[in-house]
Structure formats: C-alpha cells, structure tokens
C-alpha cells in the first residue's frame, strides 16, 4: 500500500497530488452538503473541452526549447479576427465556426512568424518577452478593433456604426455549435461529447506531429540545439515552427473558446487568457522544458474542475465567492512554482 | 639553502582512479622551476592542492605534506594559500576591463585616505588613495620591465599586457614569496612571451621562488633552473636547468611502451594515389582550440589519428569541417570541393562525427537508445520514415524500422542497457559513446570524425570502442579520422598520426616513431630540427 503510494507520488509529483487532494475534497463537500454532483461534473467537462486547446498550444513552444508561450495572446487575436470575418460574412452554425478557424490560420501563421523572429533574437529571455509581446499586441489591436472596416450592424457599436463592440453574441452564428453536438445526458450527467472529442482530435494531431520527421528535429532542437545542430538541423527554424503552431493552436482554441462562452470577447479581454493555459499545463505536470500531452490532459482537467466546482461548493459552506481568488492564487502561484525551477528538470 | 616550497610525497586519488603517486616537488627562492607534462599528468591537480582548492577537499584530501619556508603548513582554501604568499597567475584573465591598469592590481587591496565620514563609519568609507596605488602599481610594473601605463583602461590592451596586469597583481602583494604561472604564454604572441619570460627572470632575481607550469618544452629550456617532469601522475626527471634539453624532455613526458596490437590486415592499402579527403588551408574558430591555416590529405581506407597537446586546434579540424563552428579555406571530398559552414551538407555528403563533447552534442540525454540512434539518420537520409506522404518533413517515424535497427546496434556493437527504450541518460559513459557511435554508423558514413572517443569512459569500455573503430574501418571500409589526447590509443589502432601543434600541421609521424620524435612534433619541432 504504501510502496504503490510511493510510486504514485513519484509519477505524478507532490503538486499534483495536493490538487487532487484538494479536487476530492470538495467533492466530498458537495457531496456532504446535499449538492447534485451530476451538474457540477458535466460544467467541469464543458470548460475542459473549452479551454483544452489554449492549454494545447503551450506544447510547441515548449519542445521547441521556448518555454511556456505568454504571448499566447497572439493567436488569440489572430482567432478573434478569423472568428470576426466569419460573423461579418454571416456564416451561422458549423460553417460559421470552421470558417472562422480557417480565416484566422493566415494571420496566426504570419503573426506567428514574426513573433518567432522576434523570439530567436532574444534567447534566455522568450517568456519575458513573450509576455510582453502579448501585452502590446493587445493593445495595438484595440485600436484594430475601433477602426476596422466591419460593418455588421450586429458587431459594431449601435450609434456611429463604426468600431466593434466590447463583447459580440454569438447565439445566432456559431455560439454553443461544440458543445450541442454529441451531448448525450444520461439523467442529471451531461456529457459533451463532441466538444471533448475535437480537443481529443487536436491533442492526437498535435501527438502525431511529434513523430514526424519536423515534429522530431523540433523536439530535439528544443532539447539541445548543439547536438540538432551536429545533425544538419536550424534550431532556430524549428524554433519558428513550434512557435508559429503554438500560435495557430491559440486562434483555434480561442475560437473553440468563444462558441463554448456563446460571446466574443474583445478589446482587453484576450491581455491575461494566456497566463490560465500556463497554469493549467504545469499543474499537468509539464516543466519548462518537458510537455506532453499528458500534462496538457491532466491540468486542463484538474484545474478546470477546481475552478468550476470551487464557487458552487465554497459558497455553500462559507458565504462569499472565493473561486476568483482561488484561480488567481493557483495559477500564479504554479506560474511561479514552476519559474523558480528554471531548468525544469528536477520541478517535482 | 632552504627551499622555500617543498611538496611531499603528494598522493591523490578521485574515486579509486589514483591521479597523483608520491610526488615531491621543491622550489628554492630566487629560482624559477618549470613542471612540465603531457595533459592530464596531474599537473593541474598538483596546484590544486597547493592552493587547497575546495575540489580537492570534497574529494576526500590528499596524502602527503607541504612545507613553506621549512614549515609544515595545512592549507585548505585558497586564501590560506594566499596568507602563506603563495600566488598563481591564471590561465584566463581574471580582470575588470572597464577598470584602469591601477584599478586592477589594486583590486579589493586599495588604499584609502582617512576622511571624517570613514573616522565614524569604518574603513569602507576612506576615500581612495589613487595617487599611491598608481606609484604602488608603476613599481610593481617596473619591477616587471614593463612599459604600460598605469592610468590605461584593461579594455583596448593587447593580450600580452593584460598578463603583466596580471602578474603585476600578484607581485604587488607585499608578501609574495612563490609565484605560479600556469601556461602564461599560451595566449601570447612570440614576441610577448619573450618579454614576459625576461620579466619572470627579473622576478626570479629579486627573490622569488617561481613554479612554472607549461608545455612549451623550448621556452623551458630557456628560462628553468629545475625542470621537475610529470608523467601519469609520477615524477619521471628530475633535472637542473643546465641539463635540460628539448628532447629529453620530450622523450620522458611521452615516454611509455606502447603494445601496438595486430590489427587485421586489409584487402588494399591506402596510400596517396588514392585521396579521399583533401584539405587546405582551414582555419576554425572554435574557442580554445582554434586551427589557422591547416593542410592534410586523408587516404581512402586509412585510420589518421590527429594528435597535439590540447589548445592547439587538434579538436577544432571535426568541428570545424562538420560545420559547427565557423570556418574557412577549402575542403575537397572526392575532388569536389564541400561547403563549409554547413552541417547539413557535411552529413549528405558521407561525413559522420563522433563529438568530443558527448553529452553535451552527442547525445539527447532524456530521450531512448533507439531515437538516438535514429535521429540523425533520419533527419538527413530520410531513413526510419514512413513514406506515405509525398511532403517529406510531414512523413511519420517508422517505430517498427527503428526498434529493429536499434536491437541491431545494441547487439553489434554491445551496448549494455535494459533495452532500446532506456534513456541515455542512465548509461555509463562507455555506452553512451557506442550509441554515438551507432548513431553515426547509421548514417553509414565513408569519413567518420571521432573526436576523444575515449574520453571520460572506462578502462575496458576504451578498449570496446577502439576495436569498434578497426572494426568500422576493416569491415565496413570506412575512412576513420581520430583526434585523441591519449597519444598511446592513437598508436594502437591509427596508420599514421598527423600532429597539430598552434593551429597548423607540424608532420606526419608514422605509430612507431620514437617517443622523442612524438615529443618534439608536439612541442612545434619540425623533424628537420631535430638534432
């Protein structure tokens, strides 16, 4: 019994256990307090399968020897835009959505690119820059936002008919599309079938392209550029493209995102939507050298879980919200947790 | 005359691997001695513990005493060193260079002037007594015979000066009573290290004792009193100044019987009508190990060994052919002349490299066996592919081709390990370097570079790895270029062994040359000198 804890602890790490400690533990309140479990379970899959795809996208950067992408944002702008192309051609339901996905990969790829340039020029230093990249853009883009030539009268502001809105409705194009498909109930318990099985499908591609010969110069690269370098690859090329697919992951998984929220959200919103994805992998488990999609798996679903079930539960037995401060406490303090262990080698 | 440094029967071991054996050692004042030998004698080791460096403490002590000035002294750290008025300048500059010449001979020595501020708050707030430490400085740097002004900033100074910045350092130390220089003129232009061995010799006359590291055989001559020579830990002579010369020198650094085994005959032998490699003029620039206008010519089929004492380029020829290191001058394979700068070309075009640096280049540690060996094979040749995709760098790693290939490899070349999967990590330096090998075997190369393919890797895995390279060669007809710091392993198995001695091809000596010839080729001594 205690060897196979043991060895449990070994695998998974003393972090992780203490959030599935924590995790359980206010199941057990649920429990305990009366709460139907069945609603609580089926809101933590929702936002799993929602937030799956920006935790995918940390994957890349960090095989590729990045770290952890901050500038996230990026491709979350460049979704926005595809997904605003979308609405502004009138493209409901799936079409809506898959056309907003594939509006949005020119710009990732480009935006991707540029900020991988950007990047390789300032190696030992990505997240910091990184993070600041993703600042900036935002805030560049909030002038986009007033100034870009969409015209449809449900996307910008009613008076001046110039300049989007702060949040767009997505109910009559691509809102929910995901998460109705395949959402099979079995009483209480809801299961969003098809929302959890495109994030599956991502995290198999994503999975699959490691085993190509790029997806392996890049994973080596990132590994130790000196010894890609003694074997005929540009370890700042494959620097590039796990930073441009990183960025690409961002466009679609905002857009994944969004239909699951049923709003668009614009403006200052996208600045902080990276620093959940960070926490979420290295709650998984990853380091800032080593991420699979394992860790993407398991800290989309512990964290996601913690967040859904902490405010129903919490506010049960106290009075008051403590979810938010709960959600900043964890991600920052993994964020940091995971900082201090700069070679990511021996973070537990 | 009392000595006054004396070293006794200094024994030191690094995890049972016996580094040192009973070596005595005594300097007297006003006299300079020169330790020479060949790398990893023990020299560094030796002056470790003069300065009770804390590796050598960690690692359990060391036998033997050291007497100062006819004392017995402990010396466990280097400021006790320092205390006793010992003093070492360094290989590598440990200067400020945004500081003044004054600024850095007086480093963390400097003289202050008594001010109200310091009367209440302590010596830290004296202000700085710069015209003192500049006459204190131009005194020491006179006593050098050296014209460099006091007031120049480090940064912008030739190289050579930056070493009398040095020394001038340490001699300023009122106490200063033995002085090490450890290979001071490695780094120096011909005419700086004349200069800076008149000013040791001055040094030597006003008194101190001098313990002079190098392996520079010539200037040794010149300049020793005592020449104490190391050999594998061991003293091997012990002779005055006036009876030293260059090839006995030679000849007892080198100096060890080498059985040279029977190798396995070959269908044809390689001989110049038949070049495979060609080489002219290269330069590298790689740090430490920089090669200048390099020539060679490497025939089909034959094992070259590349030898020379280490900093005079003999690692940077792979590196830089390979293309890891910025290089120029031409490089013909074939007749055809090879891109340089440019990995990628180097490994299509047949060449493969055996790192000197194995976990650091050669190896992914944290990945398995199996994609070690894969790896570069499959980058470059497109091996252990799935060809289904016509988009090549989208065509998936075939597992089924690379567990086979590997279980191969793990047998051919007996890789000891749990099985293909195991990471390298967790592998003993020996067979790590097969999976190196096995790594560069797959490539299927015809020149294979293997730089110290020994190094750092156990008696009896050397011997594996060297038979590994015949074997490569005879079997597989491979063309085998060795760089070694080991001269013994290069005269086992090579047909001919070029040395390199300041970046340049000094000549080719044939495995049973003379221990005195290998000594003096490797000392800058063309054979035509030797007489």
Known sequence: ?348 | MAYALEMRGITKSYFGNTVLKGVDIAVKSGEIHALVGENGAGKSTLMNILFGMPVIHNTGGFEGEIIVDGQKVEITSPIDAMNLGIGMVHQEFMLLPGFTVTENIKLNRELGRPNIVSRILGKKFELLDMDQMAKDSRQALDKLGVDIDEWLPIAGLPVGYMQFVEIAREIDKSNMRILVFDEPTAVLTEAEAELFLRAIKRLAESGLAILFISHRLDEVVGVAHEVTVLRDGEVVGHLPGSEARVDKLAELMVGRKVERPALPPRKKEPSDDDIILEIRDLSVDMPGERLSGFNLKVRRGEIIGIGGLAGHGKVGLANGIMGLYPSSGTVLKDGEELPLNNPKEALRRGFAFVSEDRRGVGLLLDESIENNIAFTSSQIQNRFLRQRLPLESLQVRDNQAVRQYALEAIKNLDIRCQGPEQPVRRLSGGNQQKVCLARALALSPEILFASEPTRGIDVGAKSLVLDLLVRFNRELGMTVIMTSSELAELRMICDRIAIVYQGRLVGILSPDASDVEYGLMMAGKKRAEVS
């Open chain 1, 1 to 348: 019994m205690v060897e196979r804890f043991q060895e449990i602890k070994a695998r998974l790490g003393v972090p992780r256990l203490i959030i599935i400690g924590f995790v359980l533990a206010l199941f057990v309140t649920a429990f305990a307090t009366g709460m139907p479990i069945g609603p609580l379970v089926s809101a933590s899959l929702v936002r799993i399968g929602m937030n799956g795809t920006l935790v995918l996208a940390m994957v890349p950067t960090i095989a590729a020897g990045v770290g952890l992408n901050f500038g996230l944002s990026v491709g979350i702008l460049c979704g926005l835009v595809g997904a605003l192309i979308s609405m502004e051609m009138g493209l409901r339901g799936f079409t809506g959505f898959f056309a907003g996905i594939l509006f949005s990969l020119p710009f990732a790829v480009i935006a991707g690119w540029a900020y991988a340039v950007l990047l390789n020029k300032v190696k030992g230093q990505e997240m910091m820059v990184g993070t600041y990249v993703g600042f900036s853009s935002v805030a560049v883009m909030c002038i986009f936002w007033l100034l870009a030539p969409f015209r449809n009268p449900e996307m910008v502001w009613a008076i001046g008919g110039q300049g989007l809105r702060y949040t767009l409705t997505l109910d009559k194009y691509f809102g929910k599309v995901l998460n109705k498909l395949l959402l099979v109930s079995i009483g209480q318990w809801e299961f969003p079938l098809g929302l959890l099985g495109f994030f599956g499908i991502l995290c198999l591609l994503v999975h699959l392209f490691f085993k190509t010969k790029v997806g392996m110069a890049v994973k080596a690269a990132g590994a130790n550029p000196r010894f890609a370098q003694a074997s005929g690859i540009d370890p700042d090329r494959t620097r590039t493209v796990g930073v441009i697919l990183s960025t690409v992951l961002g466009a679609i998984g905002i857009i994944v995102y969004a239909q699951s929220y049923g709003f668009l959200q614009l403006y200052m919103a996208p600045q902080m939507m990276g620093f959940p994805a960070v926490a979420a992998i290295l709650i998984g488990g990853a380091t800032l050298r080593d991420a699979r999609i394992s860790h993407v798996v398991l800290g989309t679903a512990l964290f996601q879980t913690l967040l859904t079930i902490a405010l129903p539960v919490t506010s049960r037995v106290i009075e008051g919200d403590i979810s938010e401060v709960a959600r900043l406490i964890i991600s920052n303090g993994m964020i940091l947790y995971a900082l201090t262990r700069r070679d990511g080698r021996e973070i537990a």
